[in-house]
């Protein structure tokens, strides 16, 4: 069993720590000086974020431990045809530990991401997914997009 709640700034480590966790499974990792720099990085994004809420995570957790974590930054960007506001919610970080998978609880925390996103009157969601989390938001009516692909050039 489970119970889900809003993450507040006690929780910062353990939303660093959960972030370097899900990234390990799809990225290569960092070596230690790097990952210090990284993890203090995370620590001041969220605190900067959380405090202007333009952050928010929810938990999943048992007996007193996290279990899973999402999260959901609030963004904008000039507006364009498909969204005349330019704001969109950006889900990010949706991750579950290994042993809890397929036992709803990525439909459950996407459930409360979604459900805040309309309490804020956004319109556009948007999410890179990995290739394990594809079936979960098309369930939800994520759709692929040929015109959005997520790019990276690093010099």
Do not use: C
């Not at 995370?42 to 999402?70: C, G, H, P, Q, V």
């Amino acid at each position: 069993m489970y119970s889900i709640r809003k993450a507040n700034f006690d929780d910062i480590d353990k939303l660093i720590e959960l972030r370097i966790e899900f990234l390990k499974e799809i990225q290569d990792s960092l070596n230690n000086m790097e990952m210090k720099i990284f993890q203090k990085s995370l620590r001041d994004f969220f605190l900067e974020k959380m405090k202007s809420n333009e952050y928010i995570s929810w938990l999943a957790e048992n007996e007193n431990k996290i279990i899973a974590t999402s999260g959901l930054s609030f963004l904008q960007r000039p507006p364009y045809f498909l969204n005349i506001t330019g704001k969109f919610a950006y889900i990010m970080n949706m991750y579950t530990k290994p042993t809890w998978r397929r036992k709803g609880i990525g439909s459950a925390l996407l459930e409360k991401l979604i459900k805040e996103i309309k309490r804020k009157g956004i319109q556009l969601v948007v999410l890179h997914a990995t290739p394990s989390g594809i079936k979960l938001y098309e369930k939800y009516g994520f759709r692929g997009s040929d015109s959005d692909k997520e790019m990276i050039l690093k010099l």
